[in-house]
């Protein structure tokens, strides 16, 4: 549960300060993004050299599927901005959420029940009320075909990290089941992020940014909470789920929407139907237990 508290706090916050930055100052986007996974990648290092003293690396070369899916989807965020209005593709990309279930089903072969999938639609359609602000912009066929490849290659990878981090095959570590836990979490994290590098490096050497003005300190905080969430989210899909990862990303939509402290009608029943979702979720446990 820890892990799920701390993905939320982090990107909640993450999303208050990029929206400030964004809003007053300019910054080079490859490079925070290079510095923040050079970051996990240390971090992961020394978490496994503190758990064992012998080295248990083998290139697992299947994370690569997840280094192709987010160039996919990075890509096609550059193209949907140029074609769609932000308050409408905001809409319209919550629809993650049942890809997220269908690629569960399919590839980690889980079964939802009828309460589960009652609440899995309230929280969609929650969501889909806490972003709908002026929406009345018109969208054209690509536009909308983008969007689904989008929230397609960004579900199926994260249902794809779920199934290679949650493989149980794995040599002994520790006699300690929370530390050979913790200790392939970091090993799979950090094969994650070593796949990714190369993307962002070449991303850093080929774009330019004329004038950046961001306060270090800004900078600081930024990489920080970005390497925090990003841990956290991954250890979300270790100990929890996919599934479990989007209704984060639902109850962060929810706490913006009581930030930005504007309640419409829209807003009103959203901030319902979300919480309604997560509690219908919720209790579905405490009623198998």
Known sequence: MFSVLLAIIASTSLNLLMGFVSSKYTYDVSFVLLMVETWKLLICSIGMRVISNESHFQIRWAFAVNALLYVIVNALTHHIAILVPSALYNVLIQHKLLWVVLFSILILKRRFSKQQYLSLVLILFGCVLLKLTDTTAAISDIGLVLIVLQGICSSLSSVWIEKMMKNQERPHISD???????????????????????????????????????????SFAMIALSVTNGLALGAVFVYHSSVVRSMVSAVVILLLAFERGVYTQDIVVGIALVLLGVVVWTSHFHLRT
């Open 176 to 218: 300690d089941e929370k530390k050979q836990k913790l200790y392939w979490f970091l090993n799979d994290s950090f094969q994650m992020y070593a796949f990714g590098i190369p993307i962002y490096l070449m991303g850093n050497y080929t774009t330019t940014v004329s004038a950046v003005n961001i306060p270090i300190h800004l």
